[in-house]
């Protein structure tokens, strides 16, 4: 190794531990930090995440990504330490451009912000939140432009979470899925609801956590590389491939939510526990938001909402909770698979769950291109609502106030969900065209077939490659929304007998 | 606040966000990391204890404290900041002579030999720990060699965990106890054994788990300021007096162990949480392991093993753990000192305790002062064990591998545990004078006075004094262990009719 190469790597290094403790304070504090401990907790945070900021944009990690990046030392790397030279080296120069005084007033306001929206949220009173709204969208518009001064600000920002992704892009598949798939909701609509009286009880918590360890099991989660843990919102957060973490949020009297927030948070953490471990320590275990969610959406939706999912296991749900044991399976398929128009994008079934998409995209266009302003922002949420989904907000909890994302500034995050469930349907495809159906392997319980195909094809490759790379070297074609589409209408034309 | 006491500040706050992470980075591996993750965590907890070393021993920390101890400076102090700036310096002193890679190289082996411990214990293989064992016996000589050259090993280690303790004080106490304990035990070993057939049973862990909250409560635990966790072992963790965390070792087989453990890890979280909230980011925040341990053994065994404890609680117990009901409190009084020889420290009854502790600091003694060599230290260990308690162990697991401390080198920290309970002997009389009777004040469930009594002669106080300030404060007199020999010999010639 030479020297540079050392010195690199042993910088790499530093900022792997901080990455670290950045992970075990966070999971920390959203997991166990008593009431009492959270200001310890977030002295701690802002110190660590300023001293890994410091160390990052210092002259001196500077001077080493410039000497990587000299042929004589770039070109005998391998590729994901050329990845992380060359990422790498873009971040730094997008966080050099950045002032230092406006990149710290931003993160003030933005905890400002967020504490406002909490607020705002429980008053169900968007005028509380929409002054800092504002703020976060014009903070978000003069970050943006610092880091990429040339480059449009709402394309910057689908770049940060899906590299190489714009809206030329995003448009053509959502306008399509649009156009496509509401009126198949609507043609939904006009069929009889199914009845979902049987599933209201009471259901062991303990019991609910052992059928959730039972599950993670069941689709490859490896327990000697995780642990579980609860939380106000499930999510799923990474040490490194050998310590992948997800947590639940659980309900006396909903298990099935619970259930597939399992499977969803478990397809990410697989995605994670499968990355090539030689990987660590480079840009290579960065995965792009889309492709991430691609694969918790296809464990939860593609798989689990499969009714050939839960033949070799439905005996087991109802030996962990009795309940179960008289609920017929079809009548389990047709409630998880129960579309219907609601207000909370979280509570969505999967069909609506992409207008609910569609809706944030489409307003964080608005605000982005045509200038928007926050005052403006429920009005439109609340047509665009009615417009893909038939129904008014009739407060702001349930309707513009119900993510936190924008409270921090979190714009162009959203359409990765989406993004996702479009990659499962080519993924879905061209998986049938290798291994043969889906169904049958999943009723035989061969579900680690499955899983072997997702490493070989995605998760060991980690976030070595773009998405549009990804889509283009696993299923031979460039991005499209037809295969989703086909799925959407061949299974609720059988569910609902359209 | 002048430039220079201002910069000081800055320091301390530095030191406190590195005591944090420590402190965080620990409890997850010892209550939540997966197999797999465990090597990043040693990684991690390697990094930042070697920064937190390299900033705490840099020529710029070193000017701080020189800064501060002049007396311009030092006499504007407080009374915490006086103690900060003088145990600081020291310890700054102490850690300057100590070679950074030394110290580096040190932690990491003591990682090794805690892993390698736990492997030989679960196999009984003394020999897979033995190196591992001579290694930090080494290092330990070395450091603390390098730490104070002019001052003996032995004392050294031992003034570490309570300042000012050395083997002088601790050979005249315990040999004190041995003379009067050891006869009195072989009068108890005369008597007919109580029958504890009625406690097998399998008692649900969740129950355990909300009995233990309920005991906690009761104690006085601030469950705002703390939180609970499983390990293999009990221990208490403190991140700052809002976070306060203990964990529990539960057993499907036996629910008594884990109340105790409870009771006691409760006792020493009562402790930090009452201290004066203004010594935070002070010295004044770390207290000596002798008046910890007098805290947590005087709730589980002044208090915890006190028949009158139990009588307004007792019921509770039966609606947890139902098999309660049928064991009356007399039995369970009966069970709870059942003196006995057994091989394991952690199961041992309050009096035999003591012998565990002896047998310990007789061995540490052989190590630093004879130098006896790991090799033969289970010959050892065996002899000890038969004098002192008759019994001789058949194998290393219910010998020597029983406990972690010398594996990560915490030599000199057993006897802090037996002069805990000698000046439980101290305080109980004290407290009897000022508060009279504590079987009445238990019995009336006035446990909080109690508490009150500790908060305000110890707990508050934190660790601004040494032990043998506390007890000359507290009692008005020296250190001695005739009280809690009177305590033993009054209190086993009632349950033992001796």
């Known amino acids: 190794m030479s020297e540079k190469l050392e010195r690199f790597r042993e910088y ?32 701690a945070i802002t110190y660590f995440s300023g001293e890994r900021f410091r160390i990052a944009t210092s002259e001196e990690t500077g001077k080493l990504f410039e000497e990587m990046e000299a042929p004589e030392e770039y070109e005998a790397l391998d590729d994901a330490m050329k990845l992380t030279v060359r990422r790498g080296k873009r971040d730094y120069d997008r966080n050099k451009r950045v002032p230092a005084d406006f990149y710290e007033e931003m993160v003030r306001a933005s905890n400002v912000s967020g504490k406002a929206w909490e607020e705002a949220k429980q008053k169900s009173d968007y005028g509380l939140f929409c002054p800092h709204l504002q703020k976060m969208i014009d903070y978000t518009r003069r970050y943006v432009a610092y880091m990429e001064p040339d480059k449009e600000v709402y394309d910057t920002l689908l770049d940060m979470y899906e590299e190489g992704m714009d809206s030329a892009v995003i448009d053509r598949l959502f306008l399509q899925m649009k156009e496509e798939l509401v009126p198949l909701f609507r043609k939904i609509m006009e069929k009889p609801e199914p009845d979902n009286g049987c599933f209201a009880g009471d259901y062991d918590i303990n019991r609910q956590k052992e059928l959730q360890a039972y599950l993670l099991s069941y689709i490859g989660f490896d327990k000697e590389a995780g642990v579980t843990g609860e939380s106000e919102h499930p999510f799923t957060m990474e040490f490194g491939p050998g310590d992948v973490r997800v947590t639940n949020h659980f309900d006396r009297h909903d298990a099935v939510n619970a259930m597939f927030s399992a499977i969803h948070e478990g397809g990410h953490a697989i995605f994670e526990q499968g990355i090539n471990p030689a990987y660590v320590k480079t840009a290579a275990v960065d995965i792009g938001m889309a492709v991430h969610e691609s694969q918790s959406r296809f464990y939860e939706n593609i798989l689990g909402r499969n009714i050939n999912f839960w033949k070799p296991v439905y005996d087991k749900v109802g030996e962990y909770l009795p309940q179960f044991r008289d609920i017929p399976l079809d009548t389990f398929y047709r409630e998880i698979n129960h579309v219907r128009p609601s207000f909370i994008r979280t509570a969505a079934d999967e069909l609506t769950y992409c207008f609910h998409i569609i809706l944030r995209y489409e307003l964080e266009k608005a605000i982005f291109r045509d200038g928007v302003n926050a005052e403006e922002l429920p009005g439109l949420w609340n047509d665009k609502m009615e417009e893909l989904l038939g129904i008014r907000p009739q407060n702001d909890a349930e309707g513009i106030l119900q993510d936190m994302h924008w409270s921090d500034g979190s714009f162009g995050y959203f359409p990765t969900y989406l993004l996702g469930t479009i990659f499962d349907g080519m993924f879905l495809e061209t998986m049938e065209q290798e291994l043969g159906s889906v169904d049958t392997l999943l009723s035989d319980g061969r579900i680690g077939e499955i899983t072997g195909w997702l490493h070989e094809k995605i998760h060991k490759h980690g976030g070595m490659r773009t998405a549009a790379e990804t889509i283009r070297e696993v299923c031979g074609q460039e991005m499209t929304a037809e295969p989703i589409i086909r799925y959407f209408k061949k299974k609720y034309t059988a569910i609902y007998g359209l």
């Open 12 to 43: 790499l290094n530093q900022m792997e531990q901080y990455k670290q403790i950045m992970a075990q304070l966070e999971w920390d504090m959203q997991t166990q930090t008593p009431k009492k401990g959270y200001d310890y907790k977030i002295d």
